[in-house]
């Protein structure tokens, strides 16, 4: 059985010709970025990722305090990894069988009934690692499930693509900093209960911001297996030459530069200058990564691709000043310029997978991005610390660093990559 979509009319006016999912009734957006469905978007997306920031830390209290050992926060985290790798993909066929919005607002459902048990586990006492890591799973499956909707609803709400990622990118990297500083404050006064607790908060908000959002979408697929959809995204994702490109070099850079950067980092800072210090640089990536969002409001390169790997280059300076003992200003810029540099790229790069592929394939394809990157992601860190302890910390930076330039140096050469126009 071939998959179809019911064909819906234009939506008069609205300069999006699209179809509607039963019971969604269209609010046309004005052409300001702020329109009404954005505002909801934005609030939705802002709040749940302030709580995201709060759940490393809500573990290490509770899991810690509890007797259990560092392992077991590790084992939790990666619960949550392994059930959004693993079925993120099922998410994006998912959005497209029942409308993204619709599988978003279930998500959060899921996530705050986990989280909300969680709390409730921590407040009444020490709870079983088994309900920990099971709950934590629930959460990366809902993660799985929310995901994918993210690229495709932004363009349908979002009259300017670009500024809306680069508008995200900016409150993502605030909320960042402020979450894990907010639950470091509420330990002191309530424990890892009442963090979980304001978590399960910013799932509902988010929900319910989700849920009052109306926009013509496209209709759910109609007919076809989850296997035949699966196929499908994965035809029209070898069909673009310069998308599986990107991602094939993405996954040899996760591997080798952003994967090991962040354990090696906090290893670094933290033996060279106290854990306090290393506090203050991720502070400081975090405001470059707010600096290269507002640099991707500003700019509107005619080829973004090109233009985001030429600002991809700055991650070289974040590698360097890790490899060799620097003075803690120098260390503090080369953070700051990687975290600029990797803001715009990561904005580039989602403008233009969300302007060029085709809305009824984009929650399939940009599920494969997630899963393919996050894996190598995970690769990237396991692998850190053994090959540092192997060969050394510094000549594994070092060898980042020229990784990090050959890269770029590909994204650069490779003409469907390098020559990617920008459709507005």
């Known amino acids: 059985m071939t998959q179809k979509r019911v064909a819906a009319q234009p939506i008069p006016g609205s300069g999006i010709s699209g179809d509607l999912p039963d019971g969604d009734v269209p609010e046309v957006a004005g052409r300001t970025l702020w329109n009404p469905n954005f505002r909801l978007f934005f609030l939705a997306r802002t709040v749940a990722r302030f709580g995201d920031g709060m759940v490393p830390v809500a573990l290490a209290a509770g899991l810690l305090d509890a007797g259990y050992g560092a392992s077991s926060v590790s084992f939790a985290l990666g619960s949550w990894m392994v059930c959004f790798a693993g079925f993120v993909l099922v998410g994006g066929v998912l959005a497209d069988r029942f409308t993204p919005r619709r599988m978003m607002v279930l998500a959060d459902g899921v996530r705050l009934v986990g989280t909300a048990v969680l709390a409730a586990a921590f407040v009444l006492g020490p709870p079983s690692l088994w309900l920990v890591y099971a709950l934590s799973a629930?959460?990366?499956?809902?993660?799985?499930?929310?995901?994918?909707?993210?690229?495709?609803?932004?363009?349908?709400?979002?009259?300017?693509?670009?500024?809306?990622?680069?508008?995200?990118?900016?409150?993502?990297?605030?909320?960042?900093?402020?979450?894990?500083?907010?639950?470091?404050?509420?330990?002191?006064?309530?424990?890892?209960?009442?963090?979980?607790?304001?978590?399960?908060?910013?799932?509902?908000?988010?929900?319910?911001?989700?849920?009052?959002?109306?926009?013509?979408?496209?209709?759910?697929?109609?007919?076809?297996?989850?296997?035949?959809?699966?196929?499908?995204?994965?035809?029209?994702?070898?069909?673009?030459?310069?998308?599986?490109?990107?991602?094939?070099?993405?996954?040899?850079?996760?591997?080798?530069?952003?994967?090991?950067?962040?354990?090696?980092?906090?290893?670094?800072?933290?033996?060279?200058?106290?854990?306090?210090?290393?506090?203050?640089?991720?502070?400081?990536?975090?405001?470059?990564?707010?600096?290269?969002?507002?640099?991707?409001?500003?700019?509107?390169?005619?080829?973004?691709?090109?233009?985001?790997?030429?600002?991809?280059?700055?991650?070289?300076?974040?590698?360097?000043?890790?490899?060799?003992?620097?003075?803690?200003?120098?260390?503090?810029?080369?953070?700051?310029?990687?975290?600029?540099?990797?803001?715009?790229?990561?904005v580039m790069w989602s403008t233009s997978v969300q302007t060029q592929v085709p809305p009824e394939a984009l929650n399939r394809l940009h599920a494969y991005d997630v899963a393919g990157s996050l894996i190598m992601l995970a690769v990237g860190r396991a692998l850190a610390g053994p090959v540092a302890e192997t060969v050394g910390v510094r000549e594994v930076l070092v060898a980042g660093a020229v990784i990090n330039v050959a890269v770029c140096g590909v994204l650069l050469a490779v003409p469907p990559i390098r020559g990617l126009r920008r459709v507005e």
């Open 138 to 346: 629930l959460s990366g499956l809902g993660a799985a499930i929310f995901q994918p909707g993210v690229a495709s609803m932004l363009p349908l709400m979002a009259p300017d693509v670009q500024r809306g990622n680069a508008v995200l990118r900016v409150a993502e990297s605030l909320t960042a900093m402020a979450g894990p500083a907010v639950a470091g404050a509420l330990v002191g006064f309530g424990g890892p209960g009442v963090i979980f607790g304001v978590n399960a908060a910013t799932f509902a908000a988010s929900g319910v911001c989700l849920f009052l959002i109306r926009m013509p979408s496209l209709a759910p697929v109609a007919g076809g297996s989850m296997l035949t959809e699966l196929m499908g995204g994965w035809r029209e994702f070898r069909a673009r030459s310069w998308l599986w490109g990107v991602i094939a070099v993405w996954s040899v850079y996760g591997i080798t530069v952003l994967g090991p950067i962040t354990p090696l980092e906090a290893v670094v800072v933290t033996e060279r200058h106290g854990s306090a210090m290393f506090g203050v640089m991720m502070t400081v990536t975090g405001a470059g990564n707010a600096v290269g969002g507002l640099l991707a409001m500003r700019l509107r390169p005619r080829r973004p691709l090109f233009a985001g790997a030429f600002a991809l280059l700055g991650v070289v300076a974040n590698v360097l000043v890790l490899a060799y003992d620097v003075p803690v200003t120098l260390l503090a810029g080369g953070f700051f310029v990687g975290g600029v540099s990797l803001a715009f790229w990561l």
